[in-house]
């Protein structure tokens, strides 16, 4: 899948409630192209309340828009507290334009010492770009909601895992 080309006027900002429609259908398409076995429809309410609750914690949500709208090309959350980032997704027609990479520096701007995340082991485009983006494999990760094996991935400013 390509992404057609650059980001046209990306823009990073905050999300708003009236952003769930666009954001909760972005994360379904995504994670559908990712493992189409999966109903991930049926989810859309455990990531609202996941991330309602990280962002309650701290966590914020940032949504990466084109255009002078707020056409949503992907969306990242992040506990600058914790370190962790608990989602990064693109829009699938985006997938290879750039935009995980601008979701990646804006979690960086949050959490510029460090970041953390568990990816599916066999999810090999999630864990390709990751490396490519400096992170390294730190440890083995507990199963994914659907059951499959994960590893915790971490990024640091001098590349060194901060175990």
Same mark, same amino acid.
């Given at each position: 899948? +390509?992404?057609?080309? =650059?980001?046209? $006027? =990306?823009?990073? /900002?905050?999300?708003?409630?009236?952003?769930?429609?666009?954001?909760?259908?972005?994360?379904?398409?995504?994670?559908?192209?990712?493992?189409?076995? !999966?109903?991930?429809?049926?989810?859309?309410?455990?990531?609202?309340?996941?991330? /309602?609750?990280?962002?309650?914690?701290?966590?914020?949500?940032?949504?990466?828009?084109?255009?002078?709208?707020?056409?949503? !090309?992907?969306?990242?959350? /992040?506990?600058?507290?914790?370190?962790?980032?608990?989602?990064?997704?693109?829009? =699938?027609?985006?997938?290879?334009?750039? $935009?995980?990479? $601008?979701? !990646?520096?804006?979690?960086?701007?949050?959490? =510029?010492?460090?970041?953390?995340?568990?990816?599916?082991?066999?999810?090999?485009? $999630?864990?390709?770009?990751?490396?490519?983006?400096?992170?390294?494999?730190?440890?083995?990760?507990?199963?994914?909601? +659907?059951?499959?094996?994960?590893?915790?991935?971490?990024?640091?400013?001098?590349?060194?895992?901060?175990?």
């Amino acid at each position: 899948m +390509s992404g057609g080309g =650059p980001i046209i $006027a =990306p823009r990073i /900002v905050a999300r708003r409630d009236s952003d769930w429609p666009a954001l909760l259908d972005l994360w379904v398409a995504a994670w559908r192209t990712t493992y189409a076995d !999966i109903d991930f429809e049926a989810r859309r309410d455990w990531l609202r309340d996941r991330l /309602v609750q990280l962002e309650r914690s701290g966590a914020q949500t940032l949504l990466l828009l084109e255009g002078a709208g707020r056409a949503l !090309i992907g969306f990242v959350t /992040v506990d600058p507290r914790t370190h962790w980032l608990d989602q990064l997704c693109v829009r =699938p027609d985006r997938f290879g334009s750039g $935009a995980a990479e $601008a979701l !990646i520096e804006a979690a960086r701007s949050l959490s =510029p010492a460090r970041l953390r995340l568990d990816v599916n082991q066999d999810n090999r485009r $999630a864990v390709a770009f990751y490396e490519r983006e400096g992170f390294m494999r730190i440890a083995e990760g507990g199963p994914s909601l +659907s059951g499959r094996p994960t590893s915790i991935m971490e990024w640091t400013t001098d590349g060194a895992p901060k175990s």
